[in-house]
Structures are given as structure tokens and as C-alpha cells.
T-cell receptor
Framework: AQTVTQSQPEMSVQEAETVTLSCTYD???????LFWYKQPPSRQMILVIR??????QNATENRFSVNFQKAAKSFSLKISDSQLGDAAMYFC????????????FGKGTKLSVKP | EAGVAQSPRYKIIEKRQSVAFWCNPI?????LYWYQQILGQGPKLLIQ????????DSQLPKDRFSAERLKGVDSTLKIQPAKLEDSAVYLC?????????????FGQGTRLTVV
């Protein structure tokens, strides 16, 4: 069975600085997708960034980028120029490719941003 | 484009009572998910529909939980009778047939408190 592990329950960053959130996963499949979701206090899960496993190039979305290490099964999220609005729970998620597999989530990392 | 709609936002019930949650996915999305998120944890899949058929309900406590998706659009999740450990946020999400490449879109969730 696939598993997703986020080893940092809480992280803190100063406004305008950079922070990296860690995620590792375990799978025997070769075709899959990885995601980072943000969950603010409003509870709605917001998709931040996605990565297709077959792509070697790391995904980037504005201030958010990932470091995808397929052999190491690592998928970290880097937030640059952190803003107060980035404060939230961040969840790493795995979805197998092909058929409509469901999302498997890690336990999350609570990010605080200090002004 | 309207997002995933869920109601109610909050619900408080006594143990052994019944409760129902409603979800309206994004128009045209064939896949619908119900997730349970217990405080401090990542979301866990309860059931996944493809149109009006069940794809995965392996983690649904079928002795008390039921779900249906009539006509392949709206969905209802029911708990009867509720237990204290059912207190959680219930998230509905949807994705298109190409959803594996873009991830799932989530509603704002229903926070259930069982007292």
C-alpha cells in the first residue's frame, strides 16, 4: 500500500524568507502524481502545485516550487518570499496514475509566518 | 465556474442520532470523493464514485455509514447511528476524467461534532 509521510508537524518562517516542507512517500508503482495542498482555517483544501512522476523537471508555480527526487521518493515544497497569507496546514498527497485513484494524504505540516 | 458545494457547514448531534451531508461537485466532473478528516490528521478516503458507480468504499464503515450518488451528480453521505469518534470534518471533492493530471477540487467541508 502507498504511504505518505510528512515528518515536520510544525514549521515557522519569517515573512519574505524561504521555507522548505518535506514529504516522502512509498510506492511500487511507476506511474503516479504528487500534490501539495494548502488548508487554511476555512478548511477548504486548495491545490498548490502538482508533479507528474514521469517528468524529471521540477514543477514551479510562482513562489512555490518542488524538489522531486524520484529515486529517493522525496517531494519537498519550497515557498519563496513567504507571505502572511501562506500560513496554513500543508498536505502532501499521492495519486496513482492511469485509473482514477484516490488521493492519499500525509498528516500535514502547520506553517506559521512571522511578520 | 462554481466550485464544489457542501452543506451544512457545521452540525452538532448527539450520539446515536443520524446525520446527512450533501455535496454538489463541479459541473461535468465524473469522479466524486468523500473524505473524513479527524483533527490533526490528513484526510482519509471514505468512498469514491465514478459517475453513479462506486469505485472504492473499502474504508467506509458500512455498518453506520452510507453514501449515494444518484444520477451521477449530487451525492449524500449519511451516518446512522453516529458515534463520538465520528466527530471530524467531512470533505467532498471532485475531479474530471482527466483528474489524475490536475488533482481533485475540494469543497469547504462539514464540521461534525458528536456529543
Amino acid at each position: 500500500a502507498q504511504t505518505v509521510t510528512q515528518s515536520q508537524p510544525e514549521m515557522s518562517v519569517q515573512e519574505a524568507e524561504t521555507v522548505t516542507l518535506s514529504c516522502t512517500y512509498d510506492t511500487s508503482e511507476s506511474d503516479y502524481y504528487l500534490f501539495w495542498y494548502k488548508q487554511p482555517p476555512s478548511r477548504q483544501m486548495i491545490l498548490v502545485i502538482r508533479q507528474e512522476a514521469y517528468k524529471q523537471q521540477n514543477a514551479t508555480e510562482n513562489r512555490f516550487s518542488v524538489n522531486f527526487q524520484k529515486a529517493a521518493k522525496s517531494f519537498s515544497l519550497k515557498i519563496s518570499d513567504s507571505q502572511l497569507g501562506d500560513a496554513a496546514m500543508y498536505f502532501c498527497a499521492y495519486q496513482r496514475g492511469g485509473s482514477q485513484g484516490n488521493l492519499i494524504f500525509g498528516k500535514g505540516t502547520k506553517l506559521s509566518v512571522k511578520p | 465556474e462554481a466550485g464544489v458545494a457542501q452543506s451544512p457547514r457545521y452540525k452538532i448531534i448527539e450520539k446515536r442520532q443520524s446525520v446527512a451531508f450533501w455535496c454538489n461537485p463541479i459541473s461535468g466532473h465524473a469522479t466524486l470523493y468523500w473524505y473524513q478528516q479527524i483533527l490533526g490528521q490528513g484526510p482519509k478516503l471514505l468512498i469514491q464514485f465514478q459517475n453513479n458507480g462506486v469505485v472504492d468504499d473499502s474504508q467506509l464503515p458500512k455498518d453506520r455509514f452510507s453514501a449515494e450518488r444518484l444520477k451521477g451528480v449530487d451525492s449524500t453521505l449519511k451516518i446512522q447511528p453516529a458515534k463520538l469518534e465520528d466527530s471530524a470534518v467531512y470533505l467532498c471533492a471532485s475531479s474530471s476524467t482527466q483528474g489524475a493530471t490536475v488533482g481533485a477540487f475540494f469543497g469547504q467541508g462539514t464540521r461534525l461534532t458528536v456529543v
